[in-house]
C-alpha cells in the first residue's frame, strides 16, 4: 500500500485517498500550473494511525524518500543551514472543513537557519518574523500550549514599542519575541522547541491527523453529516511567501461571482503578506481588478489561469493565490461554493457555453436550494433600520416581538402574539422557547452553535453569533450600537443573509414561487434570470424523470395549486379533514347512536356532503387519479377533551342541571378513551367497527365519480384503505366497497372501473406485501406511521421531546420522519415492493408520507422502483427536481 503520492501522481479524482486540497493540487500540477512542488500523506495513512495510534510502519520512509525527491527538484534541503527549505503542512480532508484542522507554515526554521533565510531573502526582519509564526503555530497546534500566551506576548512587544501592527516591529524586536515565544514553549511542555526540521515536519504531521478528532471538527461533521471514519490526508508543500516585498502578495479569486454566477474578476488581494494576515484582516485588502496595475504580468497569467481552470473543471472554482517577488503561485483550488439563485444560473450558463449537458446541469442545483429560493423573503427596497448582521444559520425571513426568555416567549405566543426569542447563546432549556418563537437570535456561536442546530432542525428561522448585539436578559433587553431594543420592540431577522432590523420588514413573495404559480412567465421580457434559469432547470428534470410527483390535497383550492406546480395527480386525499368544522356535529352523532336507525341518519347526512366535497376535487384533477383515503384518525379527535368536558359535566351537576346529551357525549369519551389512540382504534379499524362508515364514503365516492362521467369529465378515483395490517381486514372493506360500486354502476348507468388500493404503513404490512397484493391494486408507503412504528417512536411527541438530545448526540444527522431511514424502514418498503410485484406485476406503488417531498427520500424511492411519489403542494417542485436529479 502506497501512503504518499507526489503532487505529480494524483489527481482530482483521488480526493477519498489524498483529500479535496491534495486532490486539486495533483490536478493543477499535472495541468502544467505554477503549483510550489509537494506531496500528500494519504486519509489512509490516516486511518491507520488513528485506529492503531501509530502511523504505518512503511510512512516515515516513504516519507523520506518523497522529501529527498522534493529537496532535489529545490535544490536544497528541509533546513539546510545555509539555505533553507521551508514546507507548510496542512490538513485536507475529502469533504471542505473550513478552519476545523490544523495547520503549520515554516517548518524547517530554526535558530541556524533563521540566519540563512535572513541572508538569503536579503531582508533580516522578514526571517525573523517567519520564525516567530513557526513557534507561535507550532506551539500552539503541534504542542499544544495555550494560544493567548502567545498573542499576549504579541501584544506586550507591540506595546512597548508603541506601534499597533505588527508590520512595525523591527528585525531586533521580532529576534527578542522568538526568544520569549521559546520560553513560552519550553515552560508550557517542559522541552525546547525542536530544532531538528525532521522532527518538526513529523510532529507536524502527526498534530494533523489528530486533529481530525478534536472537538470542533466532531461537531462541524455531525453538523454537515460528514462521516466520522473518513481521516484527512495532510499535504505538505514547499513554502512560496507573499510577504516578501511590495512585489509579492496573496490573494482569492473566484472564476465567477458566487452570488450572481456572472463571469467577471472576482477577488481581493493583499500586497506584502501572508494568507493568515488576509483572515485576521490586518490591512484591507483591494479588489483583484487592482493587481492588473499592481503587478500586470502576473494578473494577466491569473486571469488564463482562471480560464484554464473554469475550462477544466467546468465550474465556478475558488483559487488562493501567492505572488513571490513577481512570480504567481497557486496554493488551491476547488469548485467554490455559491448561493442558491447562483447555483440555478450557473447551470444553465454552463450549458449554454457547452460546458456541460442537461443531466449534468441537473447535478449542479439541489431540492434543497431550490426550497431555499421558495421561501418568502424580506422586500429589501423597504426602508427598515438595520440593526446588524450574525450568521445565517437557518433560512427564513421572521418578524416578531422581541423577547429575552422562553418562559415569556411560550407566553405571548400562548397569546397569539408573534415573538422573536433573542438570547445571548442557547442552551436545551430554552426548547420551548425556540418552538414558541418565529425565529431566533442569538450573539453568540457560529453555525454549529445550539440556536443553529436545533433552529435547522426545527425549520426554524435562526440569525446567530451577532456580536453587536449587547443582550441583557436581566433587563430584557439588547443594545446594539448604541440602539436599546426593549421586549416587546419588534425585530425581523433574516436567516438567509443574517440581517437584523429594527421594526417590521414587509415580506415580499419569492420569484420562483410566483413563476411556479403561474403569476410570472419565465419568456415574459421582465421575468428575472433567476426565473429563467429555474424554468429551464425544471424542464431538465421533467425530461428524464421517472417517478410521478403527486400531491397530499384534500380540497380543490389545494389540488389546483398543486397542479399549477406541476402535481400529476392526489396520491392523498385525507378524508378525516372533511369531517372537522361544523360538520362534527354530525360525526357526533355517528359516534353517539345507539340503534342502526340513528347511526343511519347520521351517516344519510354525511353522505351528500361527503359527495360534493369529492365532485369538487375530481374536477380539479379532471383526468389524473386521485387517492381518496377512507377515514383514518381515533374517533375520540371528534369528540370534546375529556377533562374540559368532565369540569362541564361535574359543575353542571353541582347545580343539578345536568344535560342528558353532555352524559352521554361524556360516557361516550370515555367509552372511545384510549392511552395509545395512535395504535388504537383507527384506520381500518374503524371502519370494521362501525358499519356503514367505509360504505357511505364509498358510496360518496363512487356517485361524484358518476356525476362527473355524466357531466363528460374524466375522474379517475382510487380507494384506499389505511392502516391495513393483514390482508383479511383488506378482503372485508373489498367486499363491501365492490358491492357499493356495482349498486351506483347499476342505478346510474356509469361504468366506474375504481381501482381499490391500501396504504402500507404497519411493519406488519410490509412484511406480508405479498398477501396483502392479492386483494390490493395499488400501495402507497404512509411512511409516517411506518417511521412510527418501526422504531417505536410517537410522531407527535418526540420531535419535542429526546429528538434534540438525539440530534446533539448524533444518534440522527436528521429526523427520521424528515429523511427516510434507509436501513430500517426503507428496508421493509423495499422488500414490500419486491413482494408486491411478486404477487401483482402491475401492482402501483407510491408514498404519501412527509418523505414524499423530502429530497435525500426521493432519490431513496426512484431507487426503490416506486411509480410515484406523494407530497404537500408546496413541496412538488422539489420533488421532480430531485426525481429528475435521481434519474439524470
Ligand atoms: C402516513 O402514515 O405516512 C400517512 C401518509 O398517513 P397519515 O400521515 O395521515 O397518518
Ligand atoms: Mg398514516
Known amino acids: 500500500q502506497k501512503f504518499v503520492y507526489d503532487f505529480t501522481e494524483g489527481n482530482r479524482d483521488l480526493k477519498d485517498l489524498l483529500g479535496g486540497k491534495g486532490a486539486n493540487l495533483a490536478e493543477m500540477t499535472n495541468l502544467g500550473l505554477p503549483v510550489p512542488p509537494g506531496f500528500t500523506i494519504t486519509t489512509e495513512a490516516c486511518k491507520v494511525y488513528l485506529d492503531s495510534g501509530e502511523e504505518p510502519a512503511a510512512l516515515r520512509d516513504e516519507v523520506s524518500a518523497h522529501l529527498d ?68 503555530m507550532f506551539g500552539k497546534t503541534v504542542l499544544g500550549v495555550g494560544g493567548e500566551l502567545f498573542e499576549d506576548a504579541l501584544e506586550a512587544a507591540k506595546e512597548a514599542k508603541r506601534v499597533a501592527v505588527d508590520t512595525d516591529l523591527d528585525a531586533s524586536d521580532l529576534k527578542k519575541l522568538v526568544k520569549q515565544f521559546k520560553k513560552i514553549v519550553k515552560s508550557g511542555t517542559g522541552r525546547d522547541f525542536p530544532q531538528d526540521p525532521r522532527d518538526q515536519m513529523d510532529l507536524a504531521i502527526k498534530a494533523v491527523f489528530d486533529s481530525w478528532n478534536g472537538d470542533r471538527a466532531k461537531l462541524y461533521r455531525r453538523q454537515e453529516r460528514i462521516p466520522h471514519d473518513l481521516g484527512t490526508a495532510v499535504n505538505v508543500c514547499s513554502m512560496v511567501f507573499g510577504n516578501l516585498g511590495p512585489d509579492s502578495g496573496t490573494g482569492v479569486a473566484f472564476t465567477r461571482d458566487p452570488a450572481s454566477g456572472h463571469q467577471g474578476v472576482y477577488g481581493d488581494y493583499l500586497q506584502n503578506a501572508q494568507g493568515e494576515d488576509v483572515v485576521a484582516g490586518i490591512r484591507n485588502t483591494v479588489p483583484l481588478a487592482d493587481l492588473e496595475s499592481i503587478d500586470k504580468k502576473s494578473y494577466d497569467q491569473l486571469m488564463q489561469i482562471m480560464e484554464t481552470l473554469e475550462t477544466h473543471y467546468k465550474d465556478l472554482c475558488d483559487i488562493e493565490f501567492t505572488i513571490e517577488r513577481g512570480r504567481l503561485w497557486m496554493l488551491q483550488t476547488r469548485v467554490g461554493k455559491r448561493t442558491a439563485g447562483a447555483a440555478f444560473r450557473i447551470a444553465t450558463q454552463l450549458v449554454d457555453q457547452g460546458l456541460i449537458d442537461e443531466a449534468e446541469a441537473l447535478q449542479r442545483v439541489t431540492g434543497a436550494q431550490l426550497a431555499q429560493l421558495m421561501f418568502p423573503r424580506f422586500d429589501e427596497a423597504a426602508r427598515v433600520e438595520k440593526l446588524g448582521r450574525g450568521i445565517a444559520a437557518s433560512p427564513g425571513a421572521a418578524v416578531g416581538k422581541a423577547v429575552f426568555d422562553s418562559y415569556t416567549a411560550v407566553k405571548w405566543s400562548r397569546s397569539g402574539e408573534k415573538v422573536i426569542l433573542i438570547r445571548r447563546e442557547t442552551n436545551p432549556d430554552d426548547l420551548d422557547g425556540m418552538i414558541a418563537a418565529e425565529g431566533i437570535l442569538t450573539s453568540r456561536g457560529g453555525k454549529t452553535s445550539h440556536a443553529a442546530v436545533v433552529a435547522r432542525g426545527m425549520g426554524k428561522t435562526c440569525v446567530c453569533g451577532a456580536e453587536e448585539l449587547e443582550v441583557d436578559t436581566k433587563r430584557r433587553r439588547m443594545t446594539v450600537n448604541g440602539t436599546v431594543v426593549e421586549e416587546g420592540d419588534v425585530v425581523s431577522i433574516d436567516g438567509s443573509t443574517g440581517r437584523v432590523y429594527l421594526g417590521e420588514v414587509p415580506v415580499v413573495p419569492s420569484p420562483v414561487v410566483e413563476y411556479f404559480e403561474g403569476r410570472m412567465h419565465a419568456g415574459a421580457d421582465d421575468a428575472d434570470e433567476l426565473v429563467r434559469a429555474v424554468h429551464r432547470v425544471m424542464a431538465y428534470a421533467d425530461r428524464v424523470r421517472r417517478l410521478r410527483v403527486r400531491a397530499n390535497a384534500d380540497n380543490a383550492e389545494d389540488a389546483l395549486r398543486a397542479r399549477r406546480f406541476g402535481a400529476q395527480g392526489i396520491g392523498l386525499c385525507r378524508t378525516e379533514h372533511m369531517f372537522l368544522g361544523e360538520r362534527r356535529g354530525m360525526v357526533e352523532k355517528l359516534i353517539l347512536a345507539d340503534t342502526d336507525d340513528e347511526r343511519e341518519d347520521a351517516l344519510k347526512v354525511l353522505l351528500p356532503l361527503q359527495k360534493r366535497d369529492f365532485v369538487e376535487l375530481f374536477e380539479a384533477m379532471d383526468g389524473l387519479p386521485v387517492t381518496v383515503r377512507l377515514l383514518d384518525p381515533p374517533l375520540h379527535e371528534f369528540l370534546p377533551d375529556i377533562t374540559e368536558l368532565s369540569v362541564r359535566v361535574a359543575l353542571a351537576e353541582a347545580r343539578k342541571d345536568a344535560n342528558e346529551n353532555d352524559l352521554r357525549l ?223
Open 666 to 888: 361524556l360516557q361516550a369519551v370515555h367509552r372511545l378513551h384510549e392511552q395509545n389512540p395512535m395504535l388504537g382504534l383507527r384506520g381500518v379499524r374503524l371502519g370494521l367497527v362501525i358499519p356503514g362508515l367505509f360504505t357511505m364514503q364509498v358510496r360518496a365516492i363512487a356517485e361524484a365519480a358518476a356525476e362527473r362521467r355524466n357531466a363528460k369529465g374524466d375522474p379517475r378515483a382510487e380507494i384506499m384503505i389505511p392502516l391495513v395490517g393483514t390482508v383479511q381486514e383488506l378482503e372485508i372493506v373489498r367486499e363491501e366497497a365492490e358491492q357499493v360500486i356495482a349498486e351506483v354502476e347499476a342505478a346510474t348507468g356509469v361504468g366506474l372501473r375504481l381501482a381499490l388500493g391500501t396504504m402500507i404503513e404497519l411493519p406488519r404490512a410490509a412484511l406480508t406485501a405479498g398477501q396483502i397484493a392479492e386483494a390490493a391494486e395499488f400501495f402507497s408507503f404512509g411512511t409516517n406511521d411506518l417511521t412510527q412504528t418501526v422504531w417505536g417512536f410517537s410522531r407527535d411527541d418526540v420531535e419535542a421531546s429526546f429528538f434534540t438530545a438525539y440530534l446533539e448526540k448524533g444518534i440522527f444527522g436528521v429526523s427520521p420522519f424528515e429523511t427516510i431511514d434507509k436501513d430500517g424502514v426503507g428496508s421493509l418498503v423495499r422488500d414490500a415492493v419486491a413482494a408486491g410485484r411478486a404477487t401483482r406485476p402491475d401492482l402501483k406503488l407510491g408514498v404519501c408520507g412527509e418523505h414524499g417531498g423530502d429530497p435525500e427520500s426521493v432519490h431513496f424511492f426512484h431507487e426503490a422502483g416506486l411509480d410515484y411519489v406523494s407530497c404537500s403542494p408546496f413541496r412538488i417542485p422539489v420533488a421532480r427536481l430531485e426525481a429528475g436529479r435521481a434519474a439524470a
Open 69 to 136: 525527491a522534493l529537496e532535489q527538484r529545490m535544490g536544497k534541503k528541509l533546513g539546510q543551514t545555509d539555505d533553507p527549505l521551508l514546507v507548510s503542512v496542512r490538513s485536507g480532508a475529502k469533504f471542505s472543513m473550513p478552519g476545523m484542522m490544523d495547520t503549520v507554515l515554516n517548518i524547517g526554521l530554526s535558530d541556524t537557519s533563521v540566519e540563512g533565510l535572513a541572508r538569503q531573502a536579503g531582508d533580516e526582519r522578514f526571517a525573523w518574523d517567519s520564525y516567530r509564526r513557526l513557534i507561535q
